[in-house]
């Protein structure tokens, strides 16, 4: 049996002794072969307990790295990915990583490619899956933290700006608040005139703490005492204006305790958050979801149109910075398991449980 070829080229037609192998799903053939099928673009083991696949679209693979080369993503069911399969994965995404943070322009996707000798379809699919962007994403995301860091040591602005990898000064200014969320030259002083307003108030979950600025709420915590949440906005808004709360604040951290309390319908409120690009993607899908349902990590990827991404959305999830607003206790495990909270799985619960109730009730109100 030779399902390659020395070109490394798929047998067209599966052998009848191999397809024989598939359709008893023998495991004595696994190791020896793998077999994709073409309407599915995944690759599987001879022993795989999935629906069996028409013999017109299979194609055999001697290995499983010859099968991602080709484009097939591994089965999960079967587990057809090998540990060697993984260890090359692993080593892809290290050595692209390596060659874009040694890049001062941003490289072209075929240059890529071309270096780790794999097509660039393949890099940029299993690329996105392992880090939630794409390398030129990547090579966009270093760059603002050289900028951060530059800024943070207290280097000129524009000694900062060239260090970091940009062509001009202009093109930082030109967006500014998408890359720094202020000004080269604010961000450079601590924010010092970056004024966040804070207040608390008393839930069943803890204590409350909602942060804003001028443009909108950009933290949400629960926690046990001031000192501990007060410490935790200071850390992530280092030399930023921390003032008491106003009239503006108040109103939303009441309208936000309330939801916690009874929550009767989605809340939306102006949100001023900062992360990258793919997490703000997460969290304003997240803000889809309607209260009282849940998804899966797997079915908030696929409606991202990254569906490989589950455990990049989990991450995103993970670094919600406003709990409740961005309801990111909405997203179970595909089997309707919690799979923690960042604000612990008890919250969670009664937070789901509390808006399954509102909606069973305004459900039965309207006669549903």
Not at 22 to 43: E, H, K, L, N, Q
Request: some cysteine.
């Amino acid at each position: 049996m030779n399902p390659q070829s020395a070109m490394g080229k798929p047998a067209p037609v599966p052998p009848e002794h191999e397809w024989a192998a598939i359709m008893r799903r023998d495991p004595a053939a696994d190791g020896r072969f793998f077999y994709a099928v073409r309407t599915t673009g995944v690759y599987c083991r001879p022993s795989c307990p999935s629906k069996r696949p028409r013999r017109e679209n299979v194609l055999l693979f001697a290995t499983a790295l010859s099968a991602e080369a080709a484009g097939y993503r591994a089965c999960r069911r079967c587990g057809a990915e090998s540990e060697r399969a993984r260890r090359k994965r692993a080593e892809l995404i290290e050595s692209t990583c390596r060659l874009i943070e040694a890049s001062v322009q941003t490289p072209r996707l075929d240059r890529l490619a071309s270096f780790a000798q794999t097509n660039k379809h393949h890099l940029l699919r299993t690329f996105k899956t392992a880090l939630g962007m794409t390398p030129a994403g990547y090579h966009r995301w270093l760059r603002r933290k050289k900028l951060e860091q530059g800024l943070g040591r207290g280097e000129s602005v524009d000694s900062a700006i060239y260090g970091a990898g940009y062509g001009s000064p202009s093109r930082v200014y030109e967006r500014p608040a998408r890359l720094l969320g202020m000004t080269p030259a604010v961000y450079a002083r601590g924010a010092p005139r970056q004024t966040i307003r804070y207040g608390f108030a008393t839930t069943e979950f803890g204590l409350l703490m909602v942060a804003a600025t001028q443009l909108g709420i950009c933290a949400i915590e629960f926690g046990r005492d001031r000192e501990e949440l007060l410490s935790l906005l200071q850390r992530r808004f280092v030399n930023a204006e921390l003032i008491a709360t106003n009239a503006r604040l108040d109103a939303w951290i009441s309208a936000i305790a309330a939801h916690v309390a009874e929550p009767v319908a989605d809340l939306r409120l102006p949100l001023d958050v900062r992360g990258t690009a793919f997490q703000k993607k997460v969290w304003d899908e997240l803000q889809r979801i309607p209260a009282g349902l849940t998804v899966s990590y797997s079915e908030l990827a696929r409606s991202l149109g990254e569906p490989r991404a589950a455990r990049a959305v989990a991450k995103a999830c993970a670094c919600n910075p406003a709990a409740v607003l961005i309801p990111c206790h909405r997203v179970v495990g595909a089997d309707g398991s919690l799979r923690g909270y960042r604000w612990g799985e008890p919250v969670k619960s009664r937070l789901l449980a509390k808006e399954k109730r509102a909606l069973d009730s305004r459900k039965k109100r309207s006669g549903c």
